[in-house]
């Protein structure tokens, strides 16, 4: 009696040892698949992630690159979306990005470059023409005229009657004193 129940929990034993790697794979060979926009990015830049193929309610992506774990929404059955920041620390390189659906882990289903930003990008320091409608070329012109062109014609004209007006003013005042000291 006493061999027949060693016997049993023996089998029990190499039961659990044969299957419990057959699980592990299942979940490791599975069809969950990761879609990172965009692919490179500079630190501190946003992503875009899609995960198909998890099976469950709930999905969370995560990688040393993220800011912080994202919790995906889901957009249909196996299907979430979401978005996440990449810290603005982090160091230059390829980062894995890994999966978990209800629990049940899938690592490196995805990676997200962090390069440096490039430097060779201009900024632009006026109005760009690029749409705009009708207003575009007033930008443009308000934007030349600040940058040192000088006062236009209105300008003089109004200099012009402020300096008449207190040319008026003086020669009022002053004829104004000499009446008052002569009588």
Known sequence: MRSCLIALRAAGVATVL?????????HADDSVEVNLAPATVVPGGEVAINVSGC???TATVTSQAFAADVELSSRTGSQFSGQTTVKAG???????VSVVCDGHRHPAKGQIKVVQQPTDQQTPVAPVRAGGGGAAHLAVATTDRVEGTGPGT???VIGLVLAG????AVAFRS???????SD
């Open 165 to 168: 007006v207190a040319a008026i």
């Open 18 to 26: 044969v299957l419990a790697p057959a699980a592990t794979a299942a």
């Open 154 to 156: 209105p300008h003089a």
């Open 175 to 181: 004829s104004r004193r000499r009446r008052t000291e």
């Open 90 to 96: 982090v160091s230059l390189a390829a980062y894995e």
């Open 55 to 57: 099976q469950g309610t």
